[in-house]
């Protein structure tokens, strides 16, 4: 069981441009999150290539352990992820559903690292967050998301 917390909240408009930090957003099933890229239908990656696109999620513990590992200081919003957790143990949601505030999401798949981050960013990123680059997400029931609110598990552990 975990109970972690949102402290961070990210996006962008327009595909390539930099994200840029919110206190809460409005996320909507099926959708993604209100004024994001994708839910704008804007984003790298078409409408068609399914639900991992509405939203994306980090660990403030995997860029932590980017500084400390690879002396690599990746600030959050570079990460081009849209939630930023700490005490969530992201890599073991795929398949499960977990609740951040209000809002339920169900884990669809890890969220790799790319040559595209590594090109904005810099050299050693994509080495660094492999396996803890984060997690793709489905919106199952909307609300609003807010910086502080709790993540917790929706489902009882097996």
Known sequence: MFHGQ???I???QHKGTDLHAIDKVEAVAGRGLTGDRYFLKDGTFSAKDGPDREVT???AEALDGLAHEYEIALQPVQS???LLTRGVPLN???GKTFKVG????RGIRLCEPCGHLEK??????EKGLKHRGGLRAQIVSGGLLEIGVNVTPSEPEA
């Open 6 to 8: 949102l402290i961070g």
């Open 10 to 12: 990210f996006i962008a």
């Open 57 to 59: 999620l980090i660990e």
């Open 80 to 82: 081009r992820r849209n």
């Open 92 to 94: 073991h949601l795929v």
């Open 102 to 105: 209000p809002v339920v999401l």
């Open 120 to 125: 904005l960013t810099c050299t050693g990123v």
